[in-house]
C-alpha cells in the first residue's frame, strides 16, 4: 500500500558524490522516521544515516562527516547526499520509511535498491 522508488545510484571514482533519493507514495496517513541502509556482497545490511520526523539525523561512523541525510515532508521524500565516497562504501542501498497509513495502523516500507559502486 505503500511504495517506495529510489534513484540516484551509480558509478563515481572514489572522492566522487551521489545524491540518492526515495519517493514514498500510497496510501500515507503520516511519515515517521526515514532511512538509509545498504548491503555489500557478503555482509548484513546496515544502518547508514536515519531522520526523525523532527529533524534529527544520525549517521553511522563510516558516514559521519561525508554523507547527509535530509527529508522533505511535502514530497513524501528522503535523500542521501554522499560525498567524498570510497570503494568500501561500495553496496546496495536501501531506503526505508515507517509511519502511519492511519490513526491506528502502521507500515514500514523498503525501496527496491539502488547500486552504489566506487572505483578506486
Known amino acids: 500500500q505503500v511504495q517506495l522508488v529510489e534513484s540516484g545510484g551509480g558509478l563515481v571514482q572514489a572522492g566522487g558524490s551521489l545524491r540518492l533519493s526515495c519517493a514514498a507514495s500510497g496510501s500515507i496517513f503520516s511519515i515517521d522516521a526515514m532511512g538509509w541502509y545498504r548491503q555489500a556482497p557478503g555482509k548484513q545490511r546496515e544502518l547508514v544515516a536515519g531522520?526523525?520526523?523532527?529533524?534529527?539525523?544520525n549517521y553511522a561512523d563510516s558516514a559521519l562527516g561525508r554523507f547527509t541525510i535530509s527529508r522533505d515532508n511535502a514530497k513524501n521524500t528522503v535523500y542521501l547526499q554522499m560525498n567524498s565516497l570510497r570503494p568500501e562504501d561500495t553496496a546496495v542501498y536501501y531506503c526505508?520509511?515507517?509511519?502511519?497509513?492511519?490513526?491506528?495502523?502502521?507500515?514500514?516500507?523498503w525501496g527496491q535498491g539502488t547500486q552504489v559502486t566506487v572505483s578506486s
Open positions: 531522520i526523525t520526523s523532527g529533524g534529527r539525523a
Open positions: 526505508n520509511i515507517r509511519g502511519q497509513i492511519s490513526s491506528w495502523r502502521s507500515f514500514s516500507s
